[in-house]
């Protein structure tokens, strides 16, 4: 069956340091991969779109990777801040129109000051 | 411009009670999305509307039903409530059929007794 792999156990790092989040997947052919932000009690907050054919996509601070011969996207945060402690989930959508967002469960970053 | 609206914000019901919950999607979108998602879960995957159908479905039973109307608002109704229902249920919109950016509304959280 079809699986969504993130890092259940939280991110904890220092104010200013990188954070990498994992995304792999099984038993699945996307063609889109986003990037989430989603804080306690609220909605997720569209981040990044990623193309199967694209490598990598960066905005400001953020840089997301996709390899479809791991199966994975990493998700970057460069010069991290208190403010970007929340939980990031990933979501996968195959190249059908009309397909359904699959999302991950998600993992939480906790940048400490 | 209005994004994503739900209501109610939170909702308690018991046990074989029905519930009705109501989105409204962002300006110039014309489908939406539900999705459940329970605690320490990624969102799941409900239903699609468009164009006042349902064109895709989740693996929910028929318990879950919905409800598309002309101005593009949508309704989510669940008959016989279960403890299991008990989680935050969230509202996507987009434009179209396509792999566009889904805007969440903040969700609406059921308590399930």
């Known amino acids: 069956s079809q699986k969504i792999e993130q890092n259940s156990e939280a991110l904890n790092i220092q104010e200013g340091k990188t954070a990498t989040l994992t995304c792999n997947y099984t038993?699945?052919?996307?063609?889109?991969l986003q990037w989430y932000r989603q804080d306690p009690g609220r909605g997720p907050v569209f981040l990044l779109l990623?193309?199967?054919?694209?490598k990598e996509k960066r905005k400001e601070r953020l840089k997301v990777t996709f390899d479809t011969t791991l199966k994975q996207s990493l998700f970057h945060i460069t010069a991290s801040q208190p403010a970007d402690s929340a939980t990031y989930l990933c979501?996968?959508?195959?190249?059908?129109?009309?397909?359904?967002?699959?999302f991950g469960t998600g993992t939480r970053l906790a940048v400490r000051p | 411009d209005a994004g994503v609206t739900q209501s109610p914000t939170h909702l308690i019901k018991t046990r074989g009670q029905q519930v009705t919950l109501r989105c409204s999607p962002k300006?110039?979108?014309?489908?939406v999305s539900w999705y459940q998602q329970a605690l320490g879960q990624g969102p799941q995957f409900i239903f699609q509307?468009?164009?006042?159908?349902?064109?895709q479905r989740g693996n929910f039973p028929d318990r879950f039903s919905g409800h598309q109307f002309p101005n593009y608002s949508s309704e989510l109704n669940v008959n016989a409530l279960l403890l299991g229902d008990s989680a935050l249920y969230l509202c996507?919109?987009?434009?179209?059929?396509?792999?566009?950016?889904?805007?969440f509304g903040p969700g609406t959280r059921l308590t399930v007794l």
């Open positions: 996507a919109s987009s434009l179209g059929l396509g792999p566009d950016t889904q805007y």
């Open positions: 038993n699945y052919s996307p063609a889109y």
């Open positions: 990623i193309r199967e054919n694209e």
């Open positions: 979501a996968l959508l195959k190249k059908s129109s009309g397909d359904k967002l699959t």
């Open positions: 300006s110039g979108h014309d489908t």
């Open positions: 509307y468009y164009e006042e159908e349902e064109r």
